[in-house]
């Protein structure tokens, strides 16, 4: 995406056969350790707990939610075929409004277009709402490495911020830590007392980022939506700290990929609620603003507050590959709610550090190899038992199961699963081909050949042992 066109190609990916990754085993690493954490788990089970009767409540509130979510998905899907028309719509009308639309095709060129506005605006603090897309692009590191102080506002994301960390969860940051280990960090970094409760640490907090915003000469925001006829950004939050982030500072900066767009305002009546009764329970969330460029000082009634001017990064970054690879591509309708995480048993086994990506769990396993590639993230695809509950809390209808199963197919059949991988599927379908091959292969030799070599289900599960006969066999002689 260049030159402020949206050029949205079928992109073939070329693969190559590697052996296992560095990325691929850290991934198995962690995996076997934060799965047998126990403290860990209980963390994340008392957390997700909360959040599933939360969201049973929000749920209980539609009348036919299946219906919702129907509507939701056709319109996220009408999107995601219209693509460049919506794009271009919203680049016009944002346009029209005073807003500056710039196009990124990578993160580098993203960080490279947002530093350059930092430095022409002279800025030297920056604060920040939630967003997923500016941890895509890595933008507080690049921020502190040209010496501008960007602050995080969500309490999630600072309190992770503080800590050196990345967001564990795409809606719940923190959701990793309890209260007590939020009061011990506190403690150590600004010496509350060490037994602080959940609403001490927020005033504190609220009390801490109050000059932050006075004094900071950019804000920065995502975006959950781009809304095309009306050429605005949507946000939505339940702190307030995203309204002061544009409110506050002069200039506005929002980042955001470019499967965010929507066709029409309208659209937000029903996207809205569902991404607050999936990603927290409530049937709407506290604060709801659009945004649809910088305060205007003409006219018969100008504007005296809101950013003097307003900036928008449409980020590629591997959408467009992933555009052009069907069926894959319908993850593009995602709306980022985070239920897919909290209903996985594998998110909530091995956590969310381990996937060693911003986005986690079976919407990142699916996204991720084609926005980082597939010879490094590939495996992310085969980390699912196929349960399907990804797909039956998805509040867009995404069929993110299925859509692992042709990551795997794409991974095995280029090469990026491992040699090994496809030689012992190949070998396992000729013998499970028919029964009297099965059957011509003695207990002790079946037996043998899975003992022979490491334990492929890992140390702490061992293999069954095989019978000398097969049960056929055992019925024939028998009869």
Not at 55 to 71: D, E, F, H, Q, W
Not at 409 to 416: C, F, I, K, L, P
Request: net charge positive; charged share 20%.
């Amino acid at each position: 995406m260049q030159g402020g066109k949206a050029e949205i190609t079928t992109v073939q990916i070329d693969y190559s056969y590697l052996k296992m990754s560095l990325v691929k085993k850290e991934f198995l690493q962690k995996a076997r350790k934060t799965a047998f954490d126990r403290r860990h788990r209980q963390t994340l089970r008392f957390n997700i707990s909360r959040y599933d009767a939360a969201v049973a409540k929000g749920k209980a509130t539609y009348g036919n939610l299946a219906l919702a979510k129907a509507r939701a998905a056709y319109i996220k899907q009408l999107t995601v075929n219209n693509l460049h028309d919506c794009l271009l719509q919203f680049e016009e009308n944002l346009t029209a409004h005073g807003g500056t639309v710039i196009w990124a095709e990578n993160a580098t060129e993203a960080i490279a277009a947002i530093l350059k506005l930092l430095h022409e605006h002279n800025a030297h603090t920056v604060v920040k709402s939630k967003s997923m897309t500016t941890e895509e692009v890595d933008f507080n590191e690049h921020a502190a490495t040209a010496d501008i102080e960007s602050l995080e506002t969500d309490l999630g994301e600072y309190i992770v911020q503080l800590a050196g960390e990345k967001p564990y969860h795409i809606v719940t940051p923190a959701m990793h830590k309890s209260k007590e280990d939020i009061a011990r960090l506190f403690h150590d970094k600004f010496g509350t007392p060490p037994d602080s409760t959940p609403e001490t640490i927020t005033a504190f907090v609220r009390q801490l980022l109050r000059d932050k915003f006075r004094h900071a000469e950019v804000g920065v925001t995502g975006a959950n939506f781009l809304i095309a006829d009306s050429g605005a950004i949507a946000v939505t939050e339940n702190e307030g700290n995203a309204l002061m982030t544009v409110s506050f500072p002069k200039i506005h900066i929002a980042v955001a990929g470019i499967e965010k767009v929507i066709p029409s305002l309208e659209s937000l009546g029903l996207l809205w609620p569902l991404l607050a009764v999936h990603g927290t329970g409530q049937r709407v969330t506290a604060y709801n603003s659009i945004i649809s460029g910088p305060r205007r000082t003409d006219g018969e009634a100008p504007e005296v507050d809101g950013p003097e001017k307003m900036y928008v990064i449409l980020l590629d970054n591997g959408r467009s590959k992933l555009y052009g690879r069907l069926p894959q591509a319908q993850a593009l309708r995602c709306i980022r709610c985070g239920a897919c995480l909290n209903a996985c048993p594998i998110y909530k086994n091995i956590g969310g550090y381990t996937y060693a990506a911003t986005y986690s769990g079976p919407i990142g396993s699916v996204i991720t190899p084609f926005y980082k590639g597939f010879a490094d993230y590939g495996h992310l695809s085969f980390a699912c038992t196929v349960c399907g509950r990804c797909s039956e809390v998805c509040p867009v209808s995404l069929p993110l199961h299925r859509l692992l199963l042709f990551n795997r197919h794409d991974a095995v059949e280029q090469g990026t699963a491992g040699r090994m991988w496809g030689m012992a599927m190949n070998a396992a379908r000729y013998i499970l081909g028919k029964r009297r091959r099965m059957d011509r292969i003695p207990g002790r030799l079946k037996n043998a050949a899975f003992l022979a070599g490491k334990n492929m289900l890992g140390a702490r599960k061992s293999m069954p042992h095989f019978a000398e006969h097969s049960f056929s066999q055992m019925w024939k002689h028998q009869r």
